[in-house]
């Protein structure tokens, strides 16, 4: 926490920006840009209304570094636990190659 | 640790009870269950602890009862239902909050030279939490048992089990916010209520250990809460994420379960390990070799441990590419508590060993923490876990660290902290006969059970092939000396209470803030805070005075 | 207890453990805010398993993503982002030391979460509720979903797990809310203390930004297009 007041016209400044997101997120999901480029739009706009809440309404534009280092150190867990179940899940049908000296051992079989 | 409070003359210390201390302050009941003392609720949690510790060996009993005939003793469904309440009461209500919320509650203030910890109340609501979650689980106990595991696994626990999977659930749920609470409020104690000159670099390690421990309750316990949140959710429905009828995968549970579970055995062991390094130096009146590399593999430990869940994973049917990351990752975490190990060793080298029962604690540590983390490499390794993954190595690999480790780890902090808590000397001849019996009970116990896991028996198996029986039963021998051994300490520290010969400020000799205050010491700790100048550890005659 | 440390007054709001009231405060939002870091865990936690399902099940989650009130959804992002602005003048209000402000931004913040809460039950989950899409609750699945019908289920598991988790939230901050509102009536907070407010906006703000990313996960992201190529 800081000392620093947040000037009004800030607070509202913000507001009005998420408000723009909140329209312009719902517009584009009616438009079709395919399935992969609708979701990546959606989650850029929902992060950077998460980054005006967070940097303004959350003051930790004026908080100190141990404040922003705590918040991104939960992000970044977060994210590996996303990705390293997803490397799991997405993952599981992929069969290994068989390679180099495995190969002889069905050659081997069918020859006697 | 120098100190702007005028230190007691030794020979002429007031007697404890003439002087108001935190536990004659008031004596009502109210006193107690009201406190905001951290002190007077670290001891509220010894009890609660220890009274867990023994309901959880109860089960253990019954298991290792069981194991002494092939053919078993109990049915397999009450087999299943042991196992799990051992498990569960052992991992969640004892070994997780152990050290943490008795010695950490105890000394995180007064090592850092702070009247209490950052949020006093939250340390009492976290107390009681525990409590609830505990009448939950021990609700769950006696009304029929879980039959699970203490891993819950899917789709199990979620549709065809009939045992009291939701209370006991509902019970670790509760408990989890107790640990969340704790490493929230030493976090934040740990970062801004140092005293003034205590830098990060001058801290004892048992608070770097407490800090990287309160990190991973932070991250990890939430995870596990809402894991058993939807597990009870589906019981409840019929229909839930885990469910393969609609599409559920119940690996996902699995990875869900051991993002926390992995992390939580570093819980277990970081506060050991920090415990270690404070009786190590004590015991040889020797700095500690490598402050600086012990201090950040606390840290690297509680990182890493976060990437490493999938070797639980190794055989349900986990991607070979995921398993392949996880085991190497899993190698890596054991590089930094194989540095540490080399560190206490190096710190004994030249010092001035003296082998009260702390000490002795301490060496059973290094020994039996090595062995418990070697063991780990091979179930590390993809290819050799296949084989022991589901054995007794699994079982015996745990216990030595666990027990040999923790358990003792915890013994020896209790042992060598107990005169400044209760101002009170235990008896040394007694408690050093405890550690051995404890060490030989250990090792009979659980040494066998490598060569049981290895030869192939299986794990949560209420009967087993004849020619196991030697080994099984040389196991169960030895659970019974090492129940003694648990024993006799319960006898003689309830006794010192009463009985036991006044202890000084510091009857070890030992350097640490801590050591500064009366035995026991005020409500306030400190009459006023000190300020630090030197390093931790500082005992004179080293070589290692030219740096920490 | 007297702390013999401190040689000077303090307000009666300063706790004894702490040096001084900077000190206290300071504590007191780090604090919040690790406690913040868990309860993204904890969500995370379902929004990763929902990515997991999603990436599994993409076009039974796209099914029902699209039977979702989108209407609702939106108006309720507006309303919480409203929230939010009106929680922070609270705040402000308290720096100028004007409490009948303070009172109406507090009451304005529970009024905008009731009606959140209010549009959510009465109107969404009545409706899903009557359409039998509520799993557990009478879900029928229909033919024209094909063969994706089978996981659509898992969906709406998660829209109701996840909006319910959301909406628990709601409840306790409203609570914490209405506490405060009775505290500031009673000009607990002025420019030297504020803490509570502090803290209990750091709380909201992060409910609102659950939202923030459950309403395009959820609602946004099914195909529900208007304008361009068929789906």
Known sequence: ???????LKTYVAVFVALLFLTALTTGVAFIDLGSELNTIAALTIAVIKALLVILFFMHVKYSPGLTKMVIVGGFFFLALLIAFTLADELTRTWSPQVHGWSMLIPMLHSRF | MSTTVIAEIPGHELPSESRVNYLNVDHSVKSWLLTHDHKRIALLYLIS??????VGGFFAVLMRLNLIEPTGLVAPETYNKLFSMHGIIMVFFFLVPSIPATLGNFLVPMMIGAR????????????YIYIIGAAFTMYAVISGGVDTGWTFYTPYSSTFSHSQVIPAAVGVFITGFSSILTGLNFVVTIHKMRAPGLTWFRLPLFIWSMYATSVIFI????????????LGLERLLHIGIFDPAIGGDPIL?????????????????LPGMGVMSELITAFSRKRIFGYTFVAFSSLAIAVISFLVWG????????SVYAGLIFSVLSFLVAIPSAIKVFNWTATLYKGSISYEAPML?????IGLFTMGGLTGLFLASLATDVHLNGTYFIVAHFHYIMVGGAVMAYLGGLHFWWPKITGRLYPDGWARFAALVIFVGFNLTFFPQFVLGYLGMPRRYAVYPAEFQVLNVMSSAGASILGVGYVIPLIYFIWSFKYGPIAGPNPWGAKGLEWTTPSPPPTENFEEIPIVTEQAYNYAGTSESAHG | MADMAVHHAQPKEFQHQFEDMEQQRDAGTFGMWVFLVTEIMFFGGLFGAYIVYRSLYLPSFEIGSRLLKVNFGATNTVILIASSLTMALSIYAAHINRKNLQVVFLALTMLLGGIFLFLKFAFEWTADYHEHLIPGFGFIVRPEWGAAGYHVPMFFCFYFFMTGLHALHMIIGFGILAVLLVMAWRGRFHSEYYAPLESTGLYWHFVDIVWIFLFPLLYLIGGRYVIGGGH
């Open chain 1, 1 to 7: 926490m800081s000392d620093y007041v947040v000037p």
């Open chain 2, 49 to 54: 602890i220890t009274l867990m510790f023994f």
């Open chain 2, 116 to 127: 209490d910890l950052a949020f006093p109340r939250i340390n009492l609501l976290s107390w």
């Open chain 2, 219 to 230: 991250l990890g316990t939430p995870v596990i809460a809402i894991t058993l949140f939807l």
């Open chain 2, 253 to 269: 549970f699995q990875h869900m379960f051991w993002f926390y579970s992995h992390p939580a055995v570093y819980i277990m062991i």
């Open chain 2, 311 to 318: 070797h639980h994973m190794f055989v349900t049917g986990q």
């Open chain 2, 361 to 365: 604690y301490a060496l059973g540590f």
